[in-house]
């Protein structure tokens, strides 16, 4: 799953990262993949629109071994240093129910 946003933030962030965990409820049912040391992250300039991207969206199965049949909102955090800041420097959640559906491939 591809997932873009627009950041717009009052200060500098060398090397800016997306974060975005989705949820069933109280049910953490997936996020994205941690960033990898060889990517490349192009800086966030204060007061400019800036689009991050994210590629890996993961599901994750609950301790019963099933995953999630919807979504009931997504947050979705910007952290500096790569995502290694103590602290997410934004935070937004998007409330929206959706359905999963799963398929096999052959």
């Not at 979705?76 to 409330?95: C, H, I, K, M, N």
């Amino acid at each position: 799953m591809l997932l873009v946003v627009d950041v717009q933030l009052d200060s500098d962030v060398a090397e800016p990262w997306v974060t975005a965990t989705i949820y069933n409820g109280s049910q953490r049912c997936g996020g994205t993949t941690p960033v990898r040391d060889s990517e490349s992250i192009d800086p966030l300039r204060a007061n400019t629109i800036t689009r991050l991207t994210t590629v890996g969206l993961h599901l994750s199965a609950n301790q019963n071994g099933s995953f999630c049949a919807a979504m009931t909102k997504m947050v979705v955090q910007v952290w500096a240093d790569r995502g290694r800041s103590p602290a997410p420097l934004l935070t937004r959640e998007f409330p929206d129910t959706r359905t999963i559906f799963f398929s096999e491939f052959d």
